[in-house]
């Protein structure tokens, strides 16, 4: 059977068809590339000269204004409020060892990361590309500036130190995990998980239910690893992992009951460790509450398909300051309790709520964007309805719809400025306490909301440009 051959013309004298050559695009000098792509006609090369003089008059009223003209003094006079708010002075150290435990989370996480790729590759007989240093710093420019700035106005050494100790802390983790071998990534990944946990209750204490969250991932690490015995016969291997697994549960619940320490009551937490730390559970916790509402609106069963469509509909047909003031004032009614809930529990409760209905719709369009023929090829192979969902279809739906979902988890996290509503000391909480001083009433009060404007968007850039990465990485886009 011949085959066609692309061509671009065929030739009017000769009647033979012109193939069409791939020329390889050749980088123009920079002056050439001006005059071909900004200056190539009158009015493209008026627009450009208008834009050049609005941009740089713009660039130097701006420059001008922070190096120059702004009055920076409530900021730099009050940093740590601005960081976490009237937190109790004689228990920072908390807040220190917690960011020390989170900076080791991030780099073991990054390291995990890692790792599973090299293995990946490997597997697939491809080479593992190290991104270099420079698209790295891009990557994080907004937080390794917002980090410079806050460098920038303290006034002793102890932040540059934390810092320093936290990147050293980060970057040791990272090397040790990125150098295990592949099928080891999950025990890394239980660390993460107990990292996090660890580093959240060093601050909230060590009391309650947090010994299941810590148990969880450390029982699931000791039952994987004891799992990869093969010399012990199968059903006494499976006891022996479930006897192991509920062990470290019943030791870390007595090691909870020795220590008790209470640490700080959660409606303590302010500044800008609120918002970050409201921002990150909410979120944490609405996609798994989304993913279930998404798959239950498009069940075959009834009676899950209407309650999951009735609680999406009535949550987003309501705005969050809404949800917010109801949680302050109606949760203590439904549930009845001895020990009311924290005003910071009902305020990421909310939040949660909320956010978990619109990323069950992002969900679902993802969902219905997937081609049934993906579906029907599953069970063709006699593969579970189940299965099919989670090996097939929830791969490619949760692929399409990235960017909708890093942009609402953005969107959340713009909105715990919404905490200041109900009475929570967040970043323009304290920015009001600030200006609340007789030293600043009246008194740079733009810089300071220029500061938080600042420290919002340097935090959602990287959320975005983390986006970027991962949708180039998984082809979206591109078929």
Excluded: C
């Excluded at 980060?170 to 996090?196: C, D, E, T």
């Excluded at 006494?236 to 062990?247: E, P």
């Amino acid at each position: 059977m011949a085959t066609e051959t692309p061509f671009t013309h065929i030739d009017p004298d000769t009647g033979i068809a012109i193939p069409e050559v791939d020329v390889p695009s050749q980088k123009l000098p920079p002056g050439e590339w001006l005059r071909k792509n900004l200056f190539n006609n009158w009015y493209n090369s008026l627009i450009t000269v208008l834009l050049t003089i609005g941009v740089a008059y713009v660039s130097w009223r701006v420059l001008r204004f922070v190096f120059v003209t702004a009055k920076w003094e409530p900021v730099r006079e009050n940093l740590t409020l601005i960081n976490i708010g009237t937190y109790p002075r004689d228990e920072q150290w908390r807040v220190v060892a917690q960011v020390l435990i989170w900076s080791g989370a991030a780099g073991l996480g990054i390291g995990a990361a890692v790792a599973g790729a090299k293995f990946r590759a490997l597997q697939a007989g491809m080479e593992y590309v190290v991104d270099p240093a420079l698209a790295k710093v891009k990557r994080y420019s907004g937080l390794l500036l917002l980090g410079l700035v806050f460098l920038g106005f303290t006034k002793t050494f102890g932040p540059l130190i934390l810092t320093v100790v936290s990147l050293a802390v980060a970057y040791a983790l990272y090397w040790v995990a990125s150098r295990v071998a592949g099928h080891n990534v999950g025990l890394l990944w239980a660390g993460v998980a107990a990292l996090m946990v660890f580093g959240f209750q060093i601050v909230s204490g060590f009391f309650g239910m947090g010994w299941l969250w810590m148990g969880v991932p450390i029982a699931a690490a000791v039952y994987s690893v004891i799992g990869r015995n093969e010399t012990i016969e199968p059903r006494r291997l499976r006891l022996i992992q479930i006897g192991a697994a509920l062990g470290v549960l019943v030791v870390l619940f007595v090691v909870y009951l020795v220590v008790d320490s209470v640490g700080v009551e959660w409606d303590e937490w302010e500044g800008f460790h609120l918002n970050l730390l409201a921002a990150a559970i909410a979120i944490a916790l609405s996609f798994p509450l989304g993913l279930l509402l998404a798959l239950g609106r498009r069940s075959s069963f009834p009676a899950l398909r209407i309650m999951s469509t009735t609680y999406i509909e009535i949550i987003r047909g309501v705005p969050l300051i809404s949800l917010l003031l109801m949680a302050q004032f109606f949760i203590g009614f439904f549930l009845d309790t001895r020990t009311p809930l924290s005003l910071f529990t009902r305020a990421t409760a909310a939040m949660t709520l909320f956010t978990a209905a619109y990323v069950a719709e992002i969900v679902r369009g993802g969902l219905q964007a997937v081609p049934k023929g993906q579906t029907e090829a599953g069970n063709s192979v006699g593969m579970a309805p189940w299965s099919v969902t989670r090996l097939i279809v929830l791969p490619q739906a949760l692929r399409a719809v990235i960017p909708a979902m890093v942009g609402q988890f953005i969107s959340l996290f713009k909105d715990t400025s919404l905490l200041l509503i109900i009475g929570k000391i967040e970043i323009l909480g304290a920015r009001e306490i600030i200006h609340g001083q007789e030293a600043y009433r009246g008194f740079g009060i733009a810089e300071t909301l220029v500061f938080a404007a600042f420290a919002f968007w340097a935090v959602s850039f990287t959320m975005s440009r983390e986006s970027q990465r991962l949708e180039r990485k998984l082809g979206v886009g591109e078929r």
